[in-house]
Nanobody
Framework: QVQLVESGGGLVQTGGSLRLSCAAS????????MGWYRQAPGKERELVAR???????IYADSVKDRFTISRDNTKNTVYLQMNSLKPEDTAVYYC?????????WGQGTQVTVSS
């Protein structure tokens, strides 16, 4: 079974940057559309960025032009470069495949943006 391990979160000031990483075990990583999701306190988990196996990227309007998703299929890893961070980006960030049947969720990584 695939295991997902997210890292790279932290506390940053408004306007700052962070780079998140997500390492996946298993051999099926490269064929899947991968996504970064986030869940803020009291809100539902939302998909903020996705990337196809071939590298095509799609972003939610709320993060467009500020976040960049990328992947390294040789390392079974997906990344999220977050720039110009805002307090409303504060959330726990998770990665998973974008599918009706998602893999078990990892522990996520906390991102906190102070104003």
């Amino acid at each position: 079974q695939v295991q997902l391990v997210e890292s790279g979160g932290g506390l940053v000031q408004t306007g700052g940057s962070l780079r998140l990483s997500c390492a996946a075990s298993g051999s099926s990583f490269s064929i899947n559309v991968m996504g970064w999701y986030r869940q803020a306190p009291g809100k539902e988990r939302e998909l903020v960025a996705r990337i196809t196996s071939g590298g095509m990227q799609i972003y939610a309007d709320s993060v467009k032009d500020r976040f960049t998703i990328s992947r390294d299929n040789t390392k079974n890893t997906v990344y999220l470069q977050m720039n110009s961070l805002k307090p409303e980006d504060t959330a726990v960030y998770y990665c998973n495949r974008v599918s009706v049947e998602r893999w078990p969720w990892g522990q996520g990584t906390q991102v906190t943006v102070s104003s």
